[in-house]
């Protein structure tokens, strides 16, 4: 099975308007406003398909839902079970 995820997505969804850090195979970084609502996510990725991270929270399910039937890999993170990363290094 070949791998076809092109960018990584990180996504913070937010009540009104989520952002985006999209993550290019060539080491690119773009951002982008998107509003919560279903039609703006859907134009938002409609896209190659990607692997985006999404915070557990109150609009996780349906978007993550949404995300999965357009052909992304999604991740739903909870913060609280991750393992912290010291910055600068270790």
Do not use: Y
């Not at 990180?10 to 060539?26: F, P, R």
Request: charged share 25%.
């Amino acid at each position: 099975m070949t791998n076809t995820t092109i960018e990584t997505i990180g996504c913070d969804l937010g009540d009104k308007t989520s952002e985006m850090c999209v993550l290019g195979a060539d080491g690119g970084k773009q951002r982008a406003s998107v509003r919560t609502t279903r039609n703006a996510m859907t134009l938002f990725f409609t896209r190659a398909s990607a692997h985006v991270v999404i915070e557990v929270g109150a609009h996780s399910r349906w978007v993550s839902a949404l995300l999965k039937e357009l052909g992304h890999r999604v991740t739903v993170a909870n913060p609280r079970r991750l393992k912290r990363r010291r910055r600068g290094g270790a």
